[in-house]
């Protein structure tokens, strides 16, 4: 079974903004290890979904990648922004977008998309993921 993000973007924003990021997170968890794609003890609680090291989030500064997204996040900098989109990489993110905006914001997305030139925005794909063994 294939999980395509696109049909339920709305439903996720909603999750979000009712409970939280972080109650999503452990849904998600639960959810992927009754399916057993995800170990059953992950190997950080920060980031259960992709074991990343941060010179793992390549960030191209002044671009945004325009359109697939997923949903968004608040992020304290581009570089947080590239470690929620690994976290949610088994939600289906593969790109993302930062800016300062409402304090700083995240969009998770499924792919890069269209490139436009922002110097507010920082950008990045993740390029390498694994699922917690």
Known sequence: EVWQPGPIRNTIRLLLQLHGQEWLQRLLVVELQERNVLAQEPRSALSPFAIAAPEECVVENGFDYVGNDLFSVTSVDAFECCHQCQNFAAAGCRAFSWTDYQGGTCWLKTGRGTIAV????????????????
């Open 118 to 133: 922002n110097a507010n925005a920082k950008s990045g794909t993740i390029s390498t993921f694994r699922f917690a063994e």
